[in-house]
């Protein structure tokens, strides 16, 4: 069945650092990939999205491109922030779901 | 207004108990999702309702059983919990069932003594 896997965390980085969070699929024919990212005591929050291959989202900063020659959709921002501490999820829907697939989450934590 | 709502926002009860959780968006949407977020597990849907019709039910236990009674309100109706039930209870909705993101309220954790 379809997957998605992230690296584990946490990821640990100082303020200005570089981020980059790895999310790879498994999928039959072309799914919607997603980011989403939880804060302390809420919800999930779409980040950004990207719907075929080559497209890339980009939301606050953070970007990620949909690559169906890796199957991949990795998360990246240039400069973090304290702000963006939180569990950022990664996730997929098939053509033929009826709702998205999650990865396990991969907590950030950012320090001034 | 924010686009889901989900109530309580925490919630005790016994194994006994009988208690509802809702859900409630204000987004037009078509869709709507239970799903449980527990520690050091993936995300785990429950059950989805597409036009207040049930789509998928994930062989969750009877002691949890959804209502839709229209396309803006969901409730997961709770009953003789067991312990292992303690968990974050997300609702979400989306416009369709095919491309469209979902939308999450902030949840309701739910602690069975």
């Known amino acids: 069945g379809d997957s998605v896997t992230q690296m584990e965390g946490p990821v640990t980085l100082s303020e200005e650092a570089f981020l980059t969070i790895n999310c790879t699929y498994t999928a039959t024919g072309y799914p919607s990939l997603f980011w989403y990212v939880q804060y302390p005591g809420e919800g999930l929050q779409l980040l950004l999205k990207a719907t075929k291959a080559d497209d890339k989202g980009s939301n606050k900063g953070f970007e990620a491109t949909y690559r169906k020659e890796t199957t991949s959709f990795h998360l990246e921002k240039g400069s973090v922030q304290v702000s963006d501490s939180a569990v950022y999820f990664c996730a997929l829907r098939d053509q033929a779901g009826t709702a998205l697939i999650f990865g396990k989450g991969t907590t950030l934590s950012v320090s001034s | 207004e924010t686009g889901v709502t989900q109530t309580p926002r925490h919630l005790v009860m016994g194994m006994t108990n009988k208690k509802s959780l809702k859900c409630e968006q204000h987004l037009g949407h078509n869709a709507m999702y239970w799903y449980k977020q527990s520690a050091k597990k993936p995300l785990e849907l429950m059950f989805v309702?597409?036009?207040?019709?049930?789509?998928e039910n994930n062989s969750v236990p009877s002691r949890f059983s959804p209502e839709c009674p229209n396309s803006s309100h969901l409730f997961l109706h709770l009953h003789t919990l067991q312990p292992e039930d303690s968990a974050l209870y997300l609702c979400a909705s989306s416009q369709d069932l095919v491309v469209s993101p979902l939308h999450f309220g902030n949840g309701t954790r739910l602690t069975v003594t």
């Open positions: 309702y597409s036009l207040e019709e049930r789509v």
